[in-house]
């Protein structure tokens, strides 16, 4: 390896630190209550995830040190805080407040079922762990992701904090806000339990790292962008998980397509 190759302070290597910052940060709102703050920088830290990448080809910087700290601020920004995040919202839906939650820990006061519900959320960064190993790892992920990646994976988990505080924002008059049943605390701890096995699943996936602007090349790229527009215009917070879903639709469609082209070639 030459001594270009353990550059550390590059300028794609400094976005992705500031991607691992906004990682860190969300996870200190979240403890802090402040979800929403939280959940923007979750927001923030994809863009910063996207850009590091397309800086790095566009001006030619490649290296194994790069690579490796992308991994690492993947892991805290849409593994730890993901899963720290709906952490809290379950903890938030259960006792009303993190007060209540800190004491339950503090004196290990886990006596019914429901006191262990949180804990699901743990599942997400557990398998973002592997996952991050794994692309680091498959070869067959070059032009393609094999699973889910851990920014959409955060996309699809920031629809329940999201709602939590748009619901308890817009009822500050109410004692007792009325929330819907994906909010229910047993829901969201299955969800959070099962959902993550996508990002080990072997699904092939759309790559969203764009190489070039070219319609030709990224034509599925642009049509999941913009029928996304057109879906959180239309449902705003609840498009969050239908453009995940609509992600593995349409690269599923794309797989079918591109392998049929090759059997008529």
């Known amino acids: 390896m030459n001594e270009k190759g353990l550059k550390l302070f590059n300028l794609p290597n400094l976005i992705t630190a500031t991607n691992f910052l906004c990682g860190i940060l969300a996870i200190i709102f979240a403890f802090s209550g402040r979800i929403e703050w939280s959940s923007l920088l979750l927001v923030i830290a994809m863009i910063f995830d996207f850009f590091d990448g397309f800086i790095a080809r566009k001006l030619g910087i490649s290296s194994p040190i790069g690579k490796d700290l992308d991994s690492l601020a993947d892991l805290v920004s849409f593994g730890l805080a993901p899963g720290i995040l709906m952490f809290i919202v379950i903890e938030l839906r259960l006792n009303g407040n993190l007060g209540a939650t800190f004491l339950k820990f503090h004196n290990f006061q886990f006596h019914e079922f429901r006191d262990w519900l949180s804990l699901c959320a743990l599942s997400i960064p557990f398998f973002s762990l592997f996952r991050l190993a794994k692309f680091n790892n498959d070869t067959r992920q070059s032009d393609r992701f094999i699973g889910v990646p851990t920014p959409t994976s955060t996309i699809f988990f920031l629809f329940f904090p999201l709602l939590y505080w748009q619901i308890g924002f817009e009822n500050t008059t ?14 969201m701890a299955i969800t959070a339990l099962t959902f993550p096995l996508l990002l080990i699943s072997e699904i092939p996936l759309l790559s969203l790292k764009i190489k070039d602007f070219g319609v030709k090349n990224n034509r599925f790229q642009y049509l999941l962008l913009g029928i996304s527009l057109i879906t959180i215009f239309a449902f705003q917070i609840y498009a969050l998980p239908i453009i995940v879903i609509l992600y593995v639709t349409l690269s599923i469609i794309e797989y079918k397509t591109a392998k049929h082209h090759e059997i008529q070639s």
Do not use: A, I, R
């Open 174 to 187: 109410s004692f007792e806000p009325s929330y819907p049943w994906v909010l229910d605390p047993l829901v």
